[in-house]
C-alpha cells in the first residue's frame, strides 16, 4: 500500500471544470491536508498484514512515535503483550475485513509503556473490485472521559442509602446500583432488562401509577412522590422516589434515571407524632372542658360565700362595738380573731372572682395610656406607702390593652413589690415604661426579699405562696391574675431576680 507521504502533489492549475483527474489530484491534496492537521484524533493507514503505513500528526501526539520510527513497524506494537499473546489485533483486522469496520475502546500502550484508553475504529479499505488494499484506523484518547465515567461509577455504586437506578424509555431496568439491591433485594443479573413496575403494589400497578410516573417526568422533567414498594421478598416499604426523564443532543427521549429511597422510619415517626398530636388534643380539650367546669363552680361557689362571709364579719363587728365593753377580754380577742379570718377568707374569694373572671369576660384591646394605668393602680396604693412609688413614664406611651385588666396587673406587682420586704427596712419600687420595637414593655422593680430561680415560675400558678401568710399576707393568687391578664391581652410576663436583691418584673404588651 502506498504511504500517504507517497501521493502526487496536485499543482496550481489541477483544478480545470471538466477534467475528471485533475478533480481527483485536488481531492487527494485536500484529504491529505485535512488528515495533516488532525492533532486530536491519531489517523493512519496499515497494510493487510498490519504494518503501518502512515502516520499523522495526531497520531505522533498520542502515539509518540516519529514517523520514521513507526511506518513500516506492525501495529501490534500499540497493544499490551496479554493482547498481542491472545491474537487480539489479527482478530480486529479480520473483522474487519469481513464485515468492513471494527469499533471498540480498550487499553493501547504509548512508545514510553504507558497506557491510555482508547476508541478505536478500523474501515477495510478495497478498490474497484473489492480487492483488500489495507486499514484505515481512527484512534482517539478517551482515558479523561472514561475516568470520569469510572468515578461516577463508583460513586453511585457507593451509595448504599439511596437506589440509583436508569429506564430505557418504556421503563425497562438498565442499570442498578447497590443501594438498589440492599433496598430492593434484587441483584443487578435479576432485575436488569425486567420493568420497574413490579417495584410497585399490585393495586397501584392496575391503576396506571408507574405508566403516570414516567408520563409525568417526560412531560414536567420531573416526578416527586411518595408511596409503597415492594422488595424482593414480598414486603412493603414507603419510599420517597424521584424520576428524571434523560434526553439526547437533539432533545428525543431515551430514558429515565430513577433515585428511591427508604423513608418507613420516618413515616412510622410522623404517624406515632400524629398520633400523640390527636391524643394530646383530645386530653387538653378535656382539661379545657374540666378547667371550665371548675372555674365556674369556683366563681359559683365565691360568690355565694360572699354573703355568708359579710355577715359573719358584720354581726362580729356589731357585737364588739356594741357590746364590747360587757365582754372578757377573751371573748373580744375571740371575736376580734373572726373579723381578721373574715377579712382573710373576703380577699381570697374577691381573688377567685377576680381569677375567674379573666376567663369568662370579653377582653377588648383598645389604645391605653400606660401614664394613666400607672396612676390608677398607684392610687390603689395605701396612701402612707405610695409615697414609696417612683416612676418615669413618657406621658404619651400607649399600648393594646384592656384598661381595667392592666391596671389590675399593675397594682398586683407594685403591691407585691412593697410587701415582700425584709422586716424595719423601707420598701421601694420604681416603675418604668418604654417602646420596645413593635411592643411596649413596663418594668415594675423593687430592693426586696427576691425570689430564688427554682421558683420564679411557680409564683405565677394560683395558691403557691413561698412564705407563711403570718410572715407575708396574701391569698397567693395575685400573680396568677397578673399572667393570665396579660395573656389575654396578648402579652407576656416574666420576672428577674436573686434572694435578698430584688426583683424585676417585665410586662410585654402591643404597641398602640
Known amino acids: 500500500m502506498v504511504p500517504l507521504e507517497a501521493t502526487p502533489k ?3 492549475n489541477v483544478i480545470t471544470p471538466g477534467i475528471t483527474e485533475g478533480h481527483s489530484l485536488q481531492s487527494e491534496r485536500v484529504f491529505r491536508l485535512l488528515v495533516e492537521s488532525v492533532r486530536d484524533y491519531a489517523i493512519f493507514l496499515l497494510t493487510p498484514d498490519g504494518i503501518v503505513a502512515s502516520w499523522n500528526p495526531g497520531a505522533e501526539r498520542m502515539k509518540q512515535y516519529k514517523p520514521h520510527e513507526i511506518i513500516g513497524k506492525p501495529f501490534t506494537l500499540f497493544y499490551s503483550s496479554a493482547d498481542n499473546d491472545s491474537g487480539k489485533p489479527q482478530m480486529e483486522l479480520r473483522v474487519a475485513a469481513e464485515v468492513g469496520r471494527y469499533e471498540e475502546e480498550g487499553w493501547r500502550i504509548r512508545k514510553d509503556g504507558t497506557r491510555f484508553w482508547a476508541n478505536v475504529i478500523i474501515n477495510a479499505v478495497r478498490d474497484k473490485d473489492g480487492s483488500l488494499l489495507g486499514f484505515g484506523k481512527v484512534t482517539r484518547d478517551i482515558t479523561d472521559r472514561r475516568e470520569a465515567e469510572l468515578r461516577y461509577r463508583l460513586l453511585i455504586e457507593g451509595v448504599t442509602d439511596y437506589a440509583i437506578y436508569s429506564l430505557d424509555k418504556t421503563g425497562t431496568i438498565t442499570s442498578w446500583n447497590s443501594g438498589a439491591q440492599r433496598i430492593k433485594g434484587y441483584s443487578a443479573d435479576e432485575i436488569i432488562g425486567r420493568h420497574f413496575s413490579q417495584f410497585y403494589t399490585k393495586e397501584d400497578a392496575e391503576a396506571g401509577l408507574p405508566a403516570r410516573v414516567l408520563a409525568t417526568a417526560a412531560a414536567t422533567g420531573h416526578y416527586e412522590g411518595e408511596g409503597w414498594r415492594q422488595r424482593k421478598d414480598g414486603t412493603r416499604f414507603w419510599s420517597s422516589v424521584v424520576v428524571t426523564p434523560l434526553r439526547d443532543e437533539a432533545g428525543e427521549l431515551v430514558g429515565f434515571s430513577k433515585i428511591t429511597r427508604d423513608i418507613t ?10 398520633a400523640h398530636a390527636e391524643e394530646l388534643e383530645v386530653r387538653m380539650a378535656e382539661s379545657e ?6 372555674e365556674a363552680f369556683s366563681y359559683s361557689v365565691s360568690h355565694d360565700l360572699r354573703a355568708p362571709l359579710r355577715a359573719i364579719e358584720g354581726f362580729s363587728d356589731f357585737i364588739l362595738t356594741d357590746f364590747g365593753g360587757q365582754l372578757p377580754p377573751q371573748v373580744i380577742e375571740l371575736l376580734q380573731n373572726i373579723v381578721q379570718a373574715a377579712d382573710r377568707m373576703n380577699r381570697l374569694v374577691q381573688d377567685l372572682l377576680n381569677y375567674s373572671r379573666l376567663s369568662r369576660i370579653d377582653i377588648q384591646s383598645v389604645p391605653v395610656n400606660v401614664a394613666t394605668a400607672i396612676k390608677d393602680a398607684s392610687e390603689q396604693i395605701e396612701e402612707d406607702l405610695r409615697r414609696n412609688i417612683t416612676s418615669s413614664i413618657n406621658p404619651a406611651l400607649m399600648v393594646k390593652a384592656h384598661k381595667a385588666t392592666l391596671t389590675q396587673a399593675i397594682f398586683n406587682l407594685v403591691n ?9 427596712q423601707t420598701p421601694h419600687v420604681d416603675i418604668k415604661a418604654y417602646r420596645d420595637g413593635h411592643s411596649v414593655t413596663i418594668e415594675v422593680c423593687d430592693e426586696g426579699i427576691g425570689i430564688a430561680p427554682q421558683h420564679q415560675e411557680r409564683i405565677f400558678q394560683v395558691f403557691e405562696r413561698l412564705h407563711t401568710a403570718e410572715a407575708y399576707p396574701g391569698t397567693g393568687i ?3 391574675i397578673v399572667r393570665r391578664g396579660i395573656n389575654r391581652m396578648g402579652g407576656a410576663v416574666r420576672v428577674e431576680s436573686s434572694p435578698g436583691k430584688g426583683s424585676r418584673f417585665f410586662i410585654s404588651l402591643p404597641a398602640a
Open 10 to 12: 496536485a499543482g496550481p
Open 289 to 294: 372542658r374540666s378547667n371550665a367546669e371548675l
Open 478 to 480: 395575685g400573680l396568677a
Open 416 to 424: 407585691n413589690g412593697l410587701k415582700f420586704y425584709p422586716p424595719k
Open 265 to 274: 422510619d420516618r413515616k412510622q415517626l410522623l404517624e406515632k407524632i400524629r
